[in-house]
Structures are given as C-alpha cells and as structure tokens.
C-alpha cells in the first residue's frame, strides 16, 4: 500500500514515523494508502530545515522571490488536472469542483507575485528638526500552517503563498484525511525554484499541532478549521506567546425576498448547498424564503432539481455531488438529520437511504431538503457539513436579516433581490463577514481577502489579500537623525514635536 510521507528539507521522508493513518477513497469506502503521522523529531527536523533556509531566503531580494511564484503558477497550471485527481481520489468531491479548489488556491499565489510592491514600507522626510523616518516590513520568521481536509489544495496555498513571498520559511500541517496534494503542492514549490528548506510539510493530527503550538521556533500560526479547534489554537498560540489567526466553522445563510429570480435562486441553493455535498465553510445550509408565497416557491423550483441531481464518484465526470470524506462524516450527518425529524422539521427530499450500485461501501449521502426549521432546532444550531439544506421561513426582511446577524456564526450571507435598496440596506446592516448580493457563494477574489465574523474567524486578520502581507511580517520603524541635525548638550526631555 502507499504511504504518504512528510516533504521535509524538499524530499519525501516517513522520517522517524511509526504510526501510520488510512487514507480513503470515500466513493468506495475502501483504504487506499497510509500517511505517517509525525512524531516530535520529525516536527524538528522540519524546524531545523526551515530555520536553516529561511535567512538566506529573506535575504532574496523580494523579485526574486516572486519571480519563483511565476514558475509555480505555471507549474500549478501545467499540472491542474493531475492535482485534480489526487484531490478528488482522497476527498470525494468532483473533477470539476477540485480544479476549483486549485485554481482559487493558485489565485492567491498569482498575487503574491506582486509581493515586492506589497511589502514596501513607508517613509517620512523631515519627521522632525533634521529627522527622517521610514518602516520597513521583515519576515516573522517560521510560520506555520493547519489546515482542514475540505480545501486540501486552496488553504495551503492560501497560507504558503504570502507567508512564503514574504520571506519566512514555512510549515504546513494538512489534514490527515487528504495529505496527498500538499505534498504534491511542495514538490511543485520546489521545481518552481524554491530553496529547500523554505516549504516543509509535516502530517499528524491533534500530537503534531500541539507541537507546532509548543515550538519556540515557530513565530506566527494560522489554521482554519472547525470553531472548537481554532478557538483551542487561538487560545494556545497566544497563550504560547506566537502571532495566530485561526478560521472556524460557518452556518450561512440565503435570504430569498418575494421580488427574486426564483429559477436563478434554486439554481444559487443547488449549487451552494449540495456542491462539494456540502462540505464547504462558505456552503449555503439555510434558505430563508421571505413569506410563506415564496417559501413555497422556491421549494417547488428546487424539489425537480434536487431529483435530478447527479451523485456519484468523482470518475464519472458527469457527477454534481460527491460522498462524504468519512464514515464517521456520514453516520454524523444522518444522525442530525434524523433528530431533524425527530424535532419537528418537515423533511421534504430523504436522502438518508441512498445508495450507489458498485460504490454500496462509499460514504454518500443523498441531497436532503428540510422545510418549516426553527431556530431551536440541532440541523439550525449545528454546522452540519453535508448535503442538508434547511429552510427557515421568515414573515418579513427584518426578521431574515435577524437570523444570520444573531447566529454565532458569520462567515458568509448572501441575499437574492431584484431591489437594489434592500441588497444596500443589507449589505450594511447584516452582522456578517462576506456578503453576496445575487452571489450565493461570496467567496473574495484574490486581491481582497477572505475571512468570516463572530465564532467563524478569531484573530484581527483576514486570510490572503494585502491582510496577508500583514499577519507575515513584522512592522519595524527607524527614526533617523544625522550629525547636522543634533543640538550639543543632553537632552532629558521625553522627545516631543514642539
Ligand atoms: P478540523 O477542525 O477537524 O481539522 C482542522 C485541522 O485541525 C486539521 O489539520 C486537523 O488535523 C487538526 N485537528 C483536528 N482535531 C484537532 C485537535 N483536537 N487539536 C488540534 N488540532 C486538531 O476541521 P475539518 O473537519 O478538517 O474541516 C472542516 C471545518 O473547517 C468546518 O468546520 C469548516 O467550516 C471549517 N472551514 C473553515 C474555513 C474558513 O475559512 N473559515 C475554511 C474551510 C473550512
């Protein structure tokens, strides 16, 4: 059986491993390789590369730096539909929904090209009497990356992109559940010109984080994950004394007003909340259909869709919506959704029962549709992670702009109108982070940044972005006088500008 190692000091390695984790193919429920999870030496000797790499690396000049994220955008491009495959074959989702997930993650590695105009300082002449003062941005030094299994490709490249532009060496821990691509990520870096050293990539689970979270060598941490596990990383990278963001968990929501497109706005949900059967952060897993008249609407434009909606393994290129990532996924979405009925939802489309023939042990879970939810319900308070699309109906607009702005969650929103004045009014007043307007998935391009509200985001910075340039670098300020502008005599006076 294969094994997937670490990329450590740029080769493969199962270093000093000893335990060892499946690896699925969720289509088939069937173990289809091993990855190493890494113990406390190989942590270190990941360290010690990156620590030995990272000075000179700082030291390139920031074109040059640059210049190797060209090579690896082309190389990224080039090697699209390979990439493609293996994150298909771990994670389940589709061939064309995982090019997605490479070309958003490529995306941010385009932009860090333009990382020597991003990471200039500033400058000050004539500060004060013969002063001049200028800021210059410096590398953190290591960074670390943790990052979950449903973007195996985008969230690395999220983080290592910037962090690595910015002249810091790098550590990523993916998830354990889809390990291939990172490393494959990482290969790539360094046949694009990357020193080795500069990009490491250690597996493991809860031990290797907490040993990224314990490094003294280790200067900034940036994880995305569920909401339990970047409030717990926030906490101990802080505690610890490092820089750390951490992005949690979503429960977004889809405010459908009377005046919408209803045809365009099934369409939205299909998408949005069976896509990648629902196992995205910014996955809409709440429609809220303003008035009874329109709830009744838009489930009558979706149930026909929903019934033709292609599950199935990411080989059949004709498949929408893949299996879950793991058995212990689907048994935790069919659960919810039988406490769904148990509590009184209306359960409109059943997928609980479905089944391939030829894939009987794969993780699938059929598109589910549950009408007449409230608020007190677990499908409303729990990210469910699966194909479940709940309805909450709401009476007017206050109401459905009350439910996404008072949920814990505040990742992403969207609202579908043909009134500008509501999409404004909206857009200001809703207490969330990412907002689309007609836009179901309202994920920023590259050049903005991404990142959530509320229990969705910990941390004062956004992923990717200039935000990015920020949360890599160290700010440091110089203020300069030369001997022409120096009074003889002490002064005891705090400086001040008279
Ligand atoms: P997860 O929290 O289980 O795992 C994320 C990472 O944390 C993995 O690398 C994992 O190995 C590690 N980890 C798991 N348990 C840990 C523990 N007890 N202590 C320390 N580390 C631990 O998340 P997941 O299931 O891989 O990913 C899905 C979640 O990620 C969803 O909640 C989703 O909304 C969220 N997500 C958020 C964003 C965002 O930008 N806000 C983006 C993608 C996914």
């Known amino acids: 059986m294969r094994t997937i190692g670490h990329f450590i000091d740029g080769v493969e390695t199962t270093g000093s491993s000893t335990e060892f984790q499946d690896v699925f193919n969720p289509a088939t429920g069937e173990v289809q390789a091993r990855v190493a999870l890494a113990t406390k030496a190989d942590l270190d000797a990941a360290v010690a590369s990156a620590s030995a790499a990272q000075p000179a690396w700082a030291a390139t000049n920031p074109q040059r730096r640059a210049r190797v994220f060209f090579n690896y955008v082309a190389l990224l491009n080039q090697h699209m539909d390979e990439l493609a495959e293996l994150l298909s074959a771990e994670h389940g989702k589709t061939f064309d929904d995982a090019k997605g997930d490479v070309l958003r993650g490529l995306e941010v590695a385009e932009f860090v090209a333009g990382a020597p105009h991003l990471l200039k300082g500033a400058y000050t002449e004539g500060a004060g009497p013969g002063i001049d003062m200028y800021s210059m941005r410096q590398p953190v030094g290591i960074g670390a990356g943790i990052t979950p299994f449903n973007f195996p490709a985008m969230i690395p490249l999220w983080m290592l992109s910037p962090a ?261 009014d909206f857009a200001a007043r809703v207490n969330v982070g990412m907002v689309g307007v007609n836009v179901p998935v309202p994920v920023p391009v590259a050049y903005h940044s991404f990142g959530g509200w509320k229990a969705s985001s910990f941390g004062d910075l956004n992923q990717y972005g200039t935000d990015s340039m920020q949360f890599w670098t160290k700010v440091k300020t110089v203020t300069t006088r030369w001997p022409s502008g120096i009074k003889d005599g002490a002064e005891f006076q705090f400086p001040t500008m008279k």
């Open 164 to 424: 690595i532009a910015a002249g810091n060496a790098f550590i990523l821990k993916p998830s354990e559940r889809d390990p291939s691509v990172p490393v494959r990520l990482a290969q790539l870096a360094i046949e694009a010109g990357l020193p080795k050293g500069v990009l490491n990539v250690v597996q493991g689970g809860k031990a290797t984080v907490d040993g990224i979270l314990e490094h003294e060598a280790i200067a900034a941490v940036s994880f995305v994950g569920s909401t339990p596990i970047a409030r717990y990383v926030y906490a101990t990278a802080a505690a610890n004394g490092k820089r750390v963001q951490a992005f949690g968990g979503a429960k977004n929501h889809m405010i459908i007003m009377p005046d919408a497109d209803m045809e365009k706005a099934a369409d939205a949900l299909m998408g949005s909340g069976y896509g990648a059967a629902g196992e995205r952060c910014m996955a809409v897993s709440v429609a809220v259909p303003v008035g009874d008249a329109t709830a009744d609407k838009i489930i009558a434009a979706l149930r026909p869709r929903i019934d033709a909606l292609k599950v199935g393994p990411a080989t059949d290129r004709a498949s929408e919506m893949g299996p879950l990532i793991t058995a212990a996924a689907k048994s935790r979405v069919l659960g919810l959704v039988d406490k769904g009925v148990e509590q009184g939802a209306t359960l409109v489309v059943d997928g609980r029962d479905f089944s391939l023939q030829g894939y009987e042990g794969g993780f699938f879970v059929g598109p589910c549709l549950f009408d007449h939810v409230t608020t007190d319900m677990d499908i409303y308070k729990e990210e469910i992670f699966g194909p479940v699309l709940s309805v909450v109906r709401a009476k007017n607009y206050e109401e459905a702009l009350e439910l996404p702005s008072k949920n814990p969650y505040g990742n992403g929103v969207a609202i579908f109108t043909r009134d500008g004045d509501a999409a404004r």
